[in-house]
């Protein structure tokens, strides 16, 4: 089947129906190798078992930060070719999106107090991270909250765009400002700083999260859809009816 | 498995995640059955979409 063809909501549908049982398999099954492994990881010699929430903390941050380029890129599909499907993408990333940057935020601050000795400080990637879940916030208020949902759909999309200034600002807020965040250890210049015998175990965590984002992605893209139809067959409904009363 | 003496910001982190997806699974699935629910009534009615009209 083309790619081009997924563009139609209804072979969508029927793409999605396939591929989630598998996509729910394979998100498992990398779950239980990624707490295996986490849970037979060695302690950091500073840290100590603290370090265990790193396999958390730092897939939720890619993930949080992933939801929102995905955002990004289907509002350029809903405000250039005005595609519905584009909309129903950016609208399904957001809530995931938002979940992820949350638990990102609450697990850096359960590790931060044992680590540095306070749940929070106003550094650059702690507020910069705690922007991103405002304005996650922000863009599912005007997707719930607006009447006319194309008109909803088109301020999110605007959002979606403005905000992504805000991605660079996070990946690089360590580098460019003093803080207590620590710098880059896995994607930097001359190879990861972290040990493998914990970054194995990160990456296939990373690779477990991400397939449930994917997941979840698409099963919320679908019931989307779903709704969408209910819309258009309830104002049908209305259009019978008042033609009938008339 | 020692989780040493801040055994309980490790639970707790854990806690946390596990609760947030559990909360996002559920919350799929229920809106699917639900959306699924309504669309059936609305067939069941007589209600199709225009592209599922016979021309």
């Known amino acids: 089947m083309p790619v081009i063809d997924l563009a139609n909501p209804t072979r969508f549908l029927n793409v999605v129906n396939r591929v989630l049982p598998w996509l729910i398999a394979a998100t ?17 010699y500073q840290q100590g078992a603290t370090v265990k929430i790193m396999f958390l903390h730092v897939p939720a941050a890619w993930l949080g930060m992933f939801g929102w380029g995905l955002m990004s890129i289907a509002a350029l599909g809903t405000l250039v070719w005005r595609h519905p499907l584009a909309d129903v993408a950016g609208k399904a990333a957001a809530p995931i999106g938002a979940a992820f940057t949350f638990i990102c935020l609450v697990t850096g601050s359960l590790w931060g107090r044992p680590t540095w000795g306070t ?13 991103l879940l405002l304005l996650y916030l922000g863009v599912l208020a005007l997707y719930w909250t607006a009447e006319d949902p194309s008109r909803g759909a088109r ?3 605007v959002l979606s765009l403005v905000g992504a200034v805000n991605l660079p600002i996070i990946k690089f807020s360590v580098d460019w400002w003093n803080t207590l965040h620590q710098p880059a250890s896995v994607f930097r210049m001359g190879g990861s700083s972290i040990d493998p015998a914990l970054l194995t175990p990160l990456l ?38 008042a033609e009938a009363s008339a | 498995m020692n989780l040493g003496p801040h055994a309980d910001f490790i639970i707790a982190a854990y ?20 959306q699924q629910r309504i669309l ?15 021309s």
Do not use: C
């Open chain 1, 28 to 44: 498992l099954i990398l779950f239980v190798i990624g707490l295996y492994r986490v849970m037979n990881a060695p302690d950091d």
């Open chain 1, 119 to 131: 749940y929070w400080v106003w550094d650059a990637r702690l507020t910069s991270m705690l922007v």
């Open chain 1, 155 to 157: 301020a999110a999309a």
């Open chain 1, 204 to 241: 296939i965590m990373a690779l477990a999260f991400t397939l449930l984002f994917l997941t979840l992605h698409l099963a919320v893209m679908r019931n989307e859809i779903l709704r969408r139809r209910v819309r258009s067959m309830r104002l049908l409904q209305a259009q019978k009816l």
């Open chain 2, 15 to 34: 806690a946390v995640t596990i609760f947030v997806i559990a909360a996002l699974i559920a919350w799929v699935v229920l809106d699917y059955s639900a």
């Open chain 2, 40 to 54: 059936d009534g609305l067939e069941e009615r007589g209600i199709t979409r225009r592209s599922q009209r016979k």
